[in-house]
Structure formats: structure tokens, C-alpha cells
């Protein structure tokens, strides 16, 4: 069952968070905007054995955005990682645990933030898919 549920988180993972269709010199294109999240976590404080322990679990989760394009024609996708990322930090008394739950549960408490964030980036990137395609002809031409 567990094998199931890595399955379903990674095809989660590579679902496209935001898409749009454009048309650019007389052809379609679809664009697609995935999130690669990367998670991880710090143990900071101490936990003496004979006082109270100040021990805190700070869970960072680094977001980054992928532009797909495809023609609507069919053929070969053009990828590229859009520059910038957004961080998003949480703090839990403890130490940290290994399972990944609470990493989990940050990406899921700022799921709408994270969506904003990749329509946000598509909105600023139409001028520069643009270019990626033009590029894309140019080359193909030559």
C-alpha cells in the first residue's frame, strides 16, 4: 500500500499546477507550469536530560517553477526552470522526525500560496515563453 501512496504523490508532484494555451505565430501551443517542491529539516535547541528542553524542528520547503511547452501538433516539449524560488518555514517543538509528515503538512497548509505563487510567475513569464519559442523555430530552422 505504501508503494501505492509514493505513486500517487509523485504523479501529484508532476501534475501541472497551472496551465494555459497560447498561439504564436500561427501555431498553439500549450503551456504548463509544474512546482518542484524540495523539503527539508533542522533540529535546533538542546534537550539536557535534566532540564526542559528548548528542542524545535524547523521545516523549510523551497519551491521552484517548470515551464513545459508542447505544441498542440504534437512533438518534442521544451522545458526550463523559471529563476526564483519561495520558501515557506514552520517551527514544532521536538526533533525532527524522519517520516516526513510535518514537511507534508507545510506544503498542504500553504497549498493556495504555492498556487498563487505559480500563476503569479506564469502571468510575468508570457514574454519570455514567447522568446523560448522563437528560439526554439530558430534553431530548428538552421
Known amino acids: ?53 528548548s528542542r524545535r524542528c524547523l521545516v523549510t520547503a523551497e519551491i521552484a517553477v517548470e515551464r513545459r511547452i508542447q505544441p498542440a501538433s504534437g512533438g518534442q516539449a521544451i522545458a526550463s526552470r523559471l529563476p526564483g524560488t519561495r520558501s515557506f518555514t514552520q517551527n514544532h517543538p521536538g526533533d525532527c522526525r524522519r517520516d516526513g509528515k510535518e514537511a507534508a503538512k507545510l506544503v498542504a497548509s500553504k497549498s ?26 530558430n534553431f530548428a530552422v538552421n
Open 1 to 53: 500500500m505504501s508503494l501505492l501512496a509514493l505513486v500517487a504523490a509523485a504523479a501529484a508532484a508532476t501534475a501541472p499546477a497551472h496551465s494555459l494555451e497560447i498561439e504564436h505565430r500561427g501555431a498553439n501551443y500549450a503551456v504548463d507550469y509544474v512546482t518542484h517542491v524540495e523539503t527539508r529539516s533542522k533540529a535546533i535547541g538542546i534537550s539536557p536530560s535534566t532540564r526542559p528542553s
Open 112 to 137: 493556495k500560496a504555492i498556487g498563487a505563487h505559480v500563476r503569479e510567475r506564469a502571468s510575468a513569464d508570457h514574454q519570455d515563453t514567447l522568446a523560448a519559442i522563437d528560439a526554439a523555430r
